[in-house]
Protein backbone atom coordinates (compact mmCIF):
# COMPACT_ATOMS: atom_id res chain seq x y z
CA UNK A 1 0.00 0.00 0.00
CA UNK A 2 0.95 3.32 -0.44
CA UNK A 3 0.87 6.27 2.17
CA UNK A 4 0.77 9.67 1.66
CA UNK A 5 2.22 11.57 4.83
CA UNK A 6 -0.43 14.10 6.41
CA UNK A 7 1.86 15.76 9.41
CA UNK A 8 2.54 14.67 12.80
CA UNK A 9 0.15 13.08 16.26
CA UNK A 10 0.72 16.64 18.24
CA UNK A 11 -0.26 18.16 15.04
CA UNK A 12 -3.51 17.30 16.22
CA UNK A 13 -4.91 17.71 20.09
CA UNK A 14 -6.54 14.57 21.92
CA UNK A 15 -9.95 14.29 21.24
CA UNK A 16 -9.88 16.21 18.57
CA UNK A 17 -9.37 16.78 14.62
CA UNK A 18 -8.37 17.95 11.82
CA UNK A 19 -9.03 18.44 8.04
CA UNK A 20 -6.92 16.94 5.35
CA UNK A 21 -7.73 18.68 1.73
CA UNK A 22 -7.46 15.98 -1.09
CA UNK A 23 -7.70 16.06 -4.76
CA UNK A 24 -10.50 13.77 -3.97
CA UNK A 25 -12.31 15.68 -1.17
CA UNK A 26 -11.32 16.81 3.11
CA UNK A 27 -10.92 13.94 5.26
CA UNK A 28 -11.07 14.67 8.84
CA UNK A 29 -8.39 13.28 10.79
CA UNK A 30 -9.61 12.27 14.60
CA UNK A 31 -7.35 11.48 17.82
CA UNK A 32 -9.18 10.05 20.29
CA UNK A 33 -7.91 10.70 24.36
CA UNK A 34 -5.78 6.98 24.11
CA UNK A 35 -3.98 8.22 21.25
CA UNK A 36 -5.48 6.16 18.48
CA UNK A 37 -5.66 7.87 15.18
CA UNK A 38 -8.71 7.70 12.87
CA UNK A 39 -9.90 9.21 9.41
CA UNK A 40 -13.10 9.25 7.97
CA UNK A 41 -14.52 11.53 5.28
CA UNK A 42 -15.26 14.66 6.57
CA UNK A 43 -19.00 14.96 5.90
CA UNK A 44 -21.89 13.98 7.89
CA UNK A 45 -23.93 11.30 6.07
CA UNK A 46 -27.10 13.27 6.92
CA UNK A 47 -26.75 16.70 5.82
CA UNK A 48 -22.95 17.12 4.75
CA UNK A 49 -22.03 18.75 8.35
CA UNK A 50 -18.68 18.94 8.61
CA UNK A 51 -17.10 15.98 11.38
CA UNK A 52 -14.25 17.41 11.58
CA UNK A 53 -16.02 20.00 13.78
CA UNK A 54 -17.28 17.82 16.03
CA UNK A 55 -17.12 16.49 19.55
CA UNK A 56 -15.05 13.23 19.76
CA UNK A 57 -15.93 10.87 22.38
CA UNK A 58 -14.51 7.69 22.76
CA UNK A 59 -14.43 6.74 19.00
CA UNK A 60 -16.95 8.51 17.40
CA UNK A 61 -17.67 11.82 16.83
CA UNK A 62 -20.96 13.92 16.94
CA UNK A 63 -21.36 15.79 14.10
CA UNK A 64 -22.17 19.68 14.65
CA UNK A 65 -25.25 20.36 12.64
CA UNK A 66 -27.85 17.86 14.11
CA UNK A 67 -25.90 15.70 16.89
CA UNK A 68 -25.36 12.75 14.41
CA UNK A 69 -23.13 10.11 16.18
CA UNK A 70 -20.70 8.18 13.77
CA UNK A 71 -18.20 5.58 15.03
CA UNK A 72 -14.64 6.34 13.68
CA UNK A 73 -13.68 2.75 12.97
CA UNK A 74 -16.57 1.97 10.67
CA UNK A 75 -17.92 4.98 9.45
CA UNK A 76 -21.22 4.04 10.20
CA UNK A 77 -23.97 5.90 12.19
CA UNK A 78 -24.71 4.75 15.19
CA UNK A 79 -28.27 4.56 17.29
CA UNK A 80 -31.15 4.80 15.55
CA UNK A 81 -29.76 6.81 12.82
CA UNK A 82 -28.40 5.37 9.00
CA UNK A 83 -26.00 5.99 6.93
CA UNK A 84 -21.51 5.69 6.70
CA UNK A 85 -18.95 7.22 5.31
CA UNK A 86 -15.92 6.43 4.35
CA UNK A 87 -12.85 5.35 6.36
CA UNK A 88 -9.69 5.44 5.64
CA UNK A 89 -6.96 3.68 6.85
CA UNK A 90 -4.12 5.53 8.71
CA UNK A 91 -0.55 4.45 9.78
CA UNK A 92 1.02 6.24 12.87
CA UNK A 93 5.17 5.59 12.77
CA UNK A 94 6.64 7.25 15.87
CA UNK A 95 5.15 10.68 15.62
CA UNK A 96 4.08 10.83 11.94
CA UNK A 97 0.71 10.29 10.23
CA UNK A 98 0.13 8.49 6.74
CA UNK A 99 -2.89 7.94 5.05
CA UNK A 100 -3.36 5.44 2.33
CA UNK A 101 -2.86 6.66 -0.64
CA UNK A 102 -4.81 3.92 -2.90
CA UNK A 103 -8.33 4.49 -0.60
CA UNK A 104 -7.95 8.41 -1.34
CA UNK A 105 -7.63 7.66 -4.72
CA UNK A 106 -10.44 4.95 -4.83
CA UNK A 107 -13.30 7.39 -4.08
CA UNK A 108 -12.83 8.93 -7.41
CA UNK A 109 -13.61 5.92 -8.87
Not at 56 to 78: F, Q
Request: with cysteine; aromatic share 4%; charged share 20%.
Amino acid sequence: MNWIAIGTLSDIPRRGARCVATPQGKIAVFRTADDQVYAIDDHCPHKGGPLSQGIVHDAAVTCPLHNWVISLETGKALGADEGSVRTIPVKVEGERLFLALEALASRAA
